[in-house]
Structures are given as structure tokens and as C-alpha cells.
């Protein structure tokens, strides 16, 4: 076995965790003070020396405009953060991140960090991929492989359970920015992903924001809504508002109530306002209901595009900060119609299933197999503005397709095909790529002149797009990062929370009560709210995968 390490990193929005390969087993890697997360801060001080982590939150509390979090939703994004006199950009700032990580194993680890098995939201686009794989190689880490968070957590919990018989094991992963479903098949070894789903723009951060619109509609009561807005518009008390937030929902989970003491938020004429009041959990979890109901979605999307009915699940599986919330994990329970599963390292699982697959790479697991697939569509747009799929969602990958389409018009003479993905059947809807062109082909008439399209995924979600002219040897073929996307526009944002405006929640009862449940009893028996399916799915055992996928 080589000196080569490679790391398996849970690159959160709010928190990071990073693992190797002990002498033991998988290991999760501590801080000093025996901390297995890190802060996914990154500050700029005043001697231009970048740094993240405690010490960067630390400084964040004093120097907001010196410093950002939330940094990973942005990845790939055309925007940069100005950090005191610096335009720097979401890839730079995360890779200060991944080297600080990388630091905390410099006293366990006897090789060198050359890769690196590293987690995205399940439904992460091609542009936010192309962004992590940027960060990585700023921060001198090879990419070995990009896996989902849900995924990845699903392996891990599998690591923990051992070669039990095959379980169908429902992974929640509510982290603070997106919340990401995978129904997995564990069982003799393999790992396999049958479904997944995510809401993109929900996340544990919206309940913090909740709570610091309330304590603004609290000031606003105490004193005037001028007042409010003054300090909404501070950046300085702003942040204040949201740490004294964030150490509020943490107590909220644990507590029934919890006091929020913030002296001297904003100065006046007639002296100096501060904010003392109590929130207790029933309210909190009231004027959060509407972001509670809408966890039940994604969990139907899985179930249904698996083809899985909620009376077959095995296990729930909560895992990410936001799932901690009493309210959260009730809504689960009774949305799936089963208790939650314990696990006694539920904030870990995503790392130790990364650091699960960075032993696989070295060699270290010769018995497990994770099975993979492709959670959207990729494919082209096609007439009157329709998607159609190449490689279709919920394809085991590696994998590689063909399609073959006709002219559309007389004496055409070249084809250009817009490529999408995602899941929406109009075009429009999904992440444009990009487009490929075919030039030079013969002239024929409307509907005679075929053109194949061939689109390969491999095991890292890497994607090749080929066009060529059937019958002919003109053909095109490129990755589909450099398929190319307009980076000219480049926007500049704000640093401290870099906050969209779906976080600022309003607080009128109203907002509150449009949501669907389909019927679904808050405080009611535990049920599920799924539609039954008329036609079952056969469960296989697990363990009858072909030989040649065991194979190294």
C-alpha cells in the first residue's frame, strides 16, 4: 500500500467534517479540542492572510464585512465576495476551506493528500460539479470522485449496520441549505441508489432566518417598524440577529423555550434599544410549519421515481443539522408512517461514507460495492421547446446512450442541439448546458438526414456529449462542462451570509397556511401521507449483483 492519502470530506454550507483511513476502519478526523466539524467560514483579516474555521467565525462575529459563509450552494456561480479590498470568488474562498481541512489531518496522516472523495447536494448541477472540482484543484487536491450527500451518508450507515439482510433505507439529509432525500438498497455488501430528490431551496439556514424575522417583528412591536428596518439595513446587527438565532434553534431542540438577549441593537436619539424576549418551541414551530410541509415532496418524489411504497421502508435515516428539530423529525415520522432510526453519529455519516469510498480507492474495501445513479435527465431540447432524455433520471451509471433524430427542415446543412438537464419535460425549465454543432453535412430533405446523439456518464458523473451524422464521418464530441456557459456577466455580492431572498421569511399568518400536506394530520396518529401503489416493485436480494461489478 502506497503513502497516498486520500480524504473523504463532507464539504457542508454551515459545517465541514473530514476522514481517512486509520489503522482500524474509516476514521473521522477531531480538532483540538476534539470537535469532529469545522465552521465553513471563511475571513479575510487585515494582514491579507486568508483563514477558515473556528478562528474565522470567530473573527466573522466582529468583522462580518471581512468575512462569508454559505459559501457551498454558490459554487459555480458567476459572482465574487469583496472581502475588504479583494473580489474573490466562491472556488478561491472554499479552497482555503479545503486546505484548513487538510491541516486538521496533518497530525494523524503519514502520506501525502493527493485526492479526495468530496459530497454535493443530490440534485447539484453540472456548473455547481465544475465548481467543486475548481476549488479542489486550487487547493492542490485531486478530485478522485463527486458523490451526493444523501448517497454518501447512505453508505456510511450502511458501514455502521454491517452485512445486515437487505434493508430499504430512507436518507433525510437536511443540511442548512438544501435538503436531499436518497432511498438506498443496503444489503451482502452493495450499496445501491434507487432513487433520489431534493429541494434545492430549503435548508436548515430557513429556519434560522425565521427566527430572525421574528425577533425583528418582536423589535418592531416593542418599539416601531422604522426601528426594524434600521436594523435589518446594519449589517452588523443583522448578524447579530442571526448568531443569537442560530444559538436559539440549537436550544429549541433540545429545550421547550429559550430567552434572547440582544443589548444595544440600535442607538437613537432618546438612547439605546435592545431586544429581550422569549421564544418558545410551540411558537417556533408554528411560524416554521409552512417550511416543515415541505419536507413531505421530495420524500414522495423518491418513493414514487424508485417505485417504492413508504410500508416497505426499513429504516429512516435523519441526518444534517436541521434534522435535530423536534418538529422536523416529526414531520418525517408521520409523513413515511414510521419511527425514526437512531444513529449515534448521524452528523458524521456523510463523511464516513466518503471516507468508506477513499478506502475503496485505495484498496481498503474489496467487499462493498456502492451503486450509483444518475438523479437527472440529461438530454436536448427538441421542437416546439420539448426535453427529451438521452440518459433518462435514475440511470445506474456508468452508463452511455444513443438517440438518433431527423432533420427538421429541407436542404439542412447543419444541426445545432441545445443540451439540458434535469427533470422538467420542458426544455426551458432544466440547467442549460450548452450546445454542440454539427457543420458540413449534406443536404437533404425534411426527415431524411439522421443525426445520432450519444451522451456517456461515467462513474464521477463526468459527461460526454457526441453528435454525429449517421451514415456520414462528420461528428462532434466534447465533456459537457466545456460545452460552455456565459461567464461575462459577473455579479458581486456581500459578504456575511450570502443570503437569497427565499431566506427572508415572511411572518404573516397567512403565508403560514398555504402549503399542501395532502391531508396530513400535524399532530395526528402516525400515517402515511402517500398515495398506495396498485403494482409492487420486486425486491431483489441485494447480494445477487452480477460477478464482473466485483470485480476491481
Not at 409552512?290 to 415532496?297: M, Q
Not at 444534517?320 to 422536523?328: A, K, T, Y
Not at 445506474?396 to 427538421?408: D, G, L, M, Q
Request: with cysteine; charged share 20%.
Amino acid at each position: 500500500m502506497s503513502d497516498e492519502v486520500v480524504l473523504g470530506i463532507d464539504l457542508g454550507a454551515m459545517n465541514s467534517t473530514v476522514g481517512m483511513m486509520g489503522t482500524s476502519g474509516p476514521e473521522i478526523i477531531t480538532t483540538q479540542n476534539g470537535a469532529t466539524t469545522i465552521p465553513s467560514t471563511v475571513a479575510l483579516p487585515d494582514d491579507g492572510e486568508p483563514i477558515a474555521g473556528k478562528s474565522a467565525k470567530q473573527f466573522a462575529r466582529d468583522h462580518p464585512d471581512r468575512s462569508v459563509r454559505m459559501l457551498k450552494p454558490h459554487l459555480g456561480e458567476p459572482i465574487t465576495v469583496t472581502l475588504g479590498d479583494d473580489d474573490l470568488t466562491p472556488e478561491s474562498l472554499t479552497a482555503v476551506l479545503l486546505r484548513t481541512l487538510m491541516q486538521h489531518t496533518g497530525t494523524t496522516r503519514k502520506g501525502s493528500v493527493d485526492r479526495a472523495v468530496v459530497a454535493v447536494p443530490s440534485l447539484a448541477s453540472n456548473r455547481h460539479r465544475s465548481g467543486v472540482r475548481q476549488a479542489c484543484e486550487l487547493a492542490d487536491i485531486e478530485l478522485a470522485r463527486i458523490r451526493e450527500d444523501a448517497c454518501l451518508a447512505g453508505v456510511g450507515y450502511g458501514y455502521t449496520i454491517g452485512d445486515e439482510a437487505n434493508r430499504l433505507v430512507l436518507i433525510c439529509d437536511l443540511g442548512a441549505a438544501t435538503f436531499d432525500v436518497a432511498l438506498m438498497g443496503i444489503g451482502g455488501g452493495v450499496h445501491e441508489v434507487l432513487a433520489t430528490a431534493s429541494d434545492l431551496t430549503l435548508g436548515g439556514d430557513d429556519w434560522t432566518w425565521a427566527i430572525v424575522e421574528w425577533l425583528l417583528s418582536e423589535f418592531a412591536e416593542q418599539y416601531d417598524a422604522s426601528s426594524a428596518s434600521s436594523v435589518r439595513n446594519n449589517r452588523h446587527t443583522l448578524d447579530r440577529l442571526y448568531y443569537a438565532a442560530e444559538t436559539a434553534k440549537k436550544e429549541l431542540s433540545q429545550t421547550p423555550e429559550t430567552e434572547i438577549t440582544l443589548p444595544s441593537l440600535l442607538t437613537t436619539s432618546t438612547g439605546s434599544l435592545g431586544l429581550q424576549t422569549t421564544l418558545s418551541r410551540s411558537t417556533f414551530e408554528r411560524f416554521t410549519q409552512c417550511l416543515a410541509a415541505r419536507l413531505i415532496e421530495p420524500i414522495a418524489d423518491a418513493l414514487a421515481s424508485g417505485g417504492f411504497d413508504s410500508a416497505e421502508i426499513d429504516d429512516v435515516v435523519l441526518i444534517g443539522g436541521g434534522s435535530q428539530l423536534p418538529d422536523v423529525q416529526r414531520t418525517i415520522s408521520q409523513a413515511v408512517g414510521r419511527s425514526i432510526t437512531p444513529t449515534a453519529n448521524g452528523t458524521e455519516l456523510v463523511a464516513l461514507g466518503a471516507t468508506v469510498e477513499s478506502g475503496m480507492i485505495h484498496g481498503d474495501f474489496n467487499d462493498i460495492i456502492p451503486l450509483h445513479l444518475n438523479n437527472r435527465s440529461i438530454g436536448i431540447e427538441t421542437r416546439y421547446g420539448q426535453f427529451e432524455p438521452i440518459i433518462e433520471r435514475n440511470t445506474t451509471i456508468p452508463s452511455e446512450e444513443t438517440k438518433t433524430f431527423v432533420t427538421a427542415i429541407d436542404d439542412q446543412t447543419s444541426f445545432r442541439i441545445p443540451i439540458f438537464q434535469g427533470n422538467n419535460s420542458i426544455a426551458a425549465k432544466n440547467e442549460y448546458c450548452g450546445e454542440l454543432t454539427l457543420t458540413d453535412i449534406s443536404a437533404e430533405s425534411t426527415g431524411k438526414l439522421e443525426v445520432g446523439i450519444t451522451v456517456n456518464v461515467d462513474e464521477n458523473r463526468q459527461v460526454m456529449v457526441e453528435l454525429h451524422a449517421v451514415d456520414a464521418t462528420v461528428s462532434e464530441r466534447i465533456p459537457l462542462e466545456e460545452l460552455g456557459y456565459d461567464h461575462e456577466f459577473t455579479r458581486q455580492v456581500a459578504p456575511g451570509v450570502i443570503a437569497r431572498d427565499r431566506r427572508l421569511v415572511p411572518l404573516h399568518q397567512d403565508w403560514f397556511l398555504r402549503f399542501d400536506a395532502r391531508s396530513f394530520s400535524w399532530r395526528g396518529e402516525s400515517q402515511s401521507v402517500f398515495p398506495r401503489r396498485t403494482t409492487r416493485r420486486v425486491r431483489h436480494p441485494f447480494s445477487r449483483i452480477p460477478t464482473y461489478l466485483r470485480a476491481d
